[in-house]
């Protein structure tokens, strides 16, 4: 997904657990067509592990006729990772991908060197009218992965490993937790899982990565005496183990890894470690080298002042 201007997210209130470091509340912004929730960046916390973006998309609801319609635009130096709870996604790309994305599955697309993108409704659902909830994540690329080919990988919801018992369910995403691995290649080591809770059922997070969060979607959670409601970014103090206990039924999102091998600079849609590199694709894209999305003869002009993030 394109950089879409946001305001910034607000810190919460203040919380007794000691091994809570920092707690997001992303302000929700309406796009026209559908509301969009960011987590990170903010100025609170700038990355966990390689996660340096993080969206929440909806939920909203399309009518008759309308729709998702981002325009093909570029990405360098990440991976998109795009997961939904709703709705229905057409991805296509500078590969020639065309595919859609549902509930339970997972895209993966790699941007390396370069590549671009588009994400639309499907013209099956503009005709009945849709809803859509979901996330969408950008993941950094490790130092020797930044300039690689791009590629794109989709993955089935049964490929994906589900974990359940005493009233937990957890689909591990991507890399390894909870005795378990994904089969999802990532860059750096880091766990993605998506999390159901029954009321009074407990997810225990050990300190495997020195950088975790979670992000509350649905229901109620409890962690050392303090609540939490959805829409929410829990950033952990590391090294500590935390119980995660659901006062309600709850729905969240565990993320992070390790601390990646350097800063990273973040402007509009391009992730790098050298700020030079982020310069050339600009040019890239403002003078039309970069490939295009077969299809599409629609693009997102290089904006003149996005809101630039950098790292440090």
């Given at each position: 997904?394109?950089?879409?201007?946001?305001?910034?997210?607000?810190?919460?209130?203040?919380?007794?657990?000691?091994?809570?470091k920092?707690?997001?509340?992303?302000?929700?912004?309406?796009?026209?067509?559908?509301?969009?929730?960011?987590?990170?960046?903010?100025?609170?916390?700038r990355?966990?592990?390689?996660?340096?973006?993080?969206?929440?998309?909806?939920?909203?609801?399309?009518?008759?006729?309308?729709?998702?319609?981002?325009?093909?635009?570029?990405?360098?130096?990440?991976?998109?990772?795009?997961?939904?709870?709703?709705?229905?996604?057409?991805?296509?790309?500078?590969?020639?991908?065309e595919?859609?994305?549902?509930?339970?599955?997972?895209?993966?697309?790699?941007?390396?060197?370069?590549?671009?993108?588009?994400?639309?409704?499907?013209?099956?659902?503009?005709?009945?009218?849709?809803?859509?909830?979901?996330?969408?994540?950008?993941?950094?690329?490790?130092?020797?992965?930044?300039?690689?080919?791009?590629?794109?990988?989709?993955?089935?919801?049964?490929?994906?490993?589900?974990?359940t018992?005493?009233?937990?369910?957890?689909?591990?995403?991507?890399?390894?937790?909870?005795?378990?691995?994904?089969?999802?290649?990532?860059?750096?080591?880091?766990?993605?899982?998506?999390?159901?809770?029954?009321?009074?059922?407990?997810?225990?997070?050990?300190?495997?990565?020195?950088?975790?969060?979670?992000?509350?979607?649905?229901?109620?959670?409890?962690?050392?005496?303090?609540?939490?409601?959805?829409g929410?970014?829990?950033?952990?103090?590391?090294?500590?183990?935390?119980?995660?206990?659901?006062?309600?039924?709850?729905?969240?999102?565990?993320?992070?890894?390790?601390?990646?091998?350097?800063?990273?600079?973040?402007?509009?849609?391009?992730?790098?470690?050298?700020?030079?590199?982020?310069e050339?694709?600009?040019?890239?894209?403002?003078?039309?080298?970069?490939?295009?999305?077969?299809?599409?003869?629609?693009?997102?002009?290089?904006?003149?002042?996005?809101?630039?993030?950098?790292?440090?």
């Amino acid at each position: 997904m394109s950089w879409h201007g946001a305001d910034d997210p607000i810190p919460g209130d203040h919380f007794t657990c000691d091994a809570i470091k920092t707690l997001i509340v992303p302000r929700s912004r309406d796009l026209g067509s559908f509301a969009v929730r960011r987590a990170l960046p903010s100025t609170e916390c700038r990355m966990v592990g390689p996660f340096i973006f993080f969206d929440q998309m909806g939920p909203s609801e399309f009518l008759l006729g309308q729709g998702m319609d981002v325009r093909p635009h570029p990405h360098i130096g990440l991976s998109t990772v795009t997961y939904l709870f709703e709705g229905e996604i057409m991805h296509r790309d500078s590969l020639g991908t065309e595919l859609p994305i549902r509930p339970g599955e997972l895209n993966w697309m790699t941007a390396g060197r370069g590549i671009t993108h588009s994400e639309r409704t499907g013209a099956g659902l503009r005709a009945t009218g849709s809803r859509l909830f979901g996330l969408q994540s950008w993941v950094a690329l490790s130092g020797r992965d930044e300039e690689t080919a791009p590629a794109f990988e989709h993955y089935e919801a049964e490929a994906l490993p589900i974990l359940t018992g005493e009233g937990k369910q957890v689909r591990l995403i991507a890399g390894e937790a909870f005795g378990a691995r994904s089969p999802v290649r990532t860059s750096s080591p880091m766990v993605y899982a998506d999390v159901a809770l029954e009321a009074g059922a407990v997810l225990p997070l050990d300190p495997t990565y020195d950088e975790r969060a979670i992000y509350t979607v649905s229901g109620a959670i409890e962690i050392a005496g303090d609540g939490f409601g959805p829409g929410q970014l829990l950033v952990f103090n590391p090294g500590d183990r935390i119980s995660v206990r659901a006062t309600q039924a709850a729905r969240f999102m565990v993320l992070g890894g390790e601390p990646m091998d350097g800063p990273r600079h973040l402007w509009w849609n391009f992730v790098s470690s050298r700020p030079e590199r982020i310069e050339q694709a600009k040019e890239d894209w403002r003078q039309a080298r970069f490939d295009t999305v077969p299809g599409e003869s629609e693009f997102i002009p290089l904006p003149e002042q996005p809101a630039p993030v950098r790292y440090p």
